[in-house]
């Protein structure tokens, strides 16, 4: 089963955005610490509204932890520095997609190591997409290319 992991998440609604699209999907939630928040953060509660209780969320204390939890499973790293297009890269079912800081980014390190893709942006002075919409993207595309309606 596809699942999402947020490599150190700053804003707590970006990260209550994407647990309720992980609830709604059945997409288990991978949380990497640090967190810009706390796991009861009102702000991160009322983002994911009252579907907390629909998302499977796991906190991990480091990366160490989160590749121990994933064991064989691919990770496939999403950044603005990522070398395929998301559309054309192809997705296992099984894949884990890693989303980076709302300020960073995922660290250099995870890009050189793991499958990195990119979302396509066409105004030059835009950096990147709101979190919360990139992981939509990117889980909704994995979907979509898997048959999973």
Request: some cysteine.
């Amino acid at each position: 089963m596809v699942a999402i992991a947020l490599v150190y998440p700053e804003i707590p609604p970006n990260t209550g955005n994407i647990a309720r699209t992980c609830a709604a999907t059945q997409t288990p939630l991978h949380l990497v610490e640090p967190l810009g928040f706390t796991i009861t953060d009102r702000t991160l509660k009322r983002a994911g509204i009252d579907y907390w209780e629909y998302v499977a969320v796991t906190v991990h204390g480091n990366l160490q932890s989160l590749r121990a939890a994933a064991g064989d499973h691919r990770w496939v790293c999403f950044s603005a520095r990522g070398q395929q297009h998301f559309r054309e890269f192809q997705y296992h079912a099984d894949d884990w997609l890693l989303f980076g800081s709302e300020s960073a980014g995922l660290p250099e390190a995870l890009l050189q190591e793991y499958p990195s893709v990119y979302i396509p942006m066409s105004h030059p002075q835009v950096r990147s997409l709101n979190l919360s919409v990139s992981a939509a993207l990117g889980l909704f595309e994995a979907r979509r290319q898997l048959g999973w309606a």
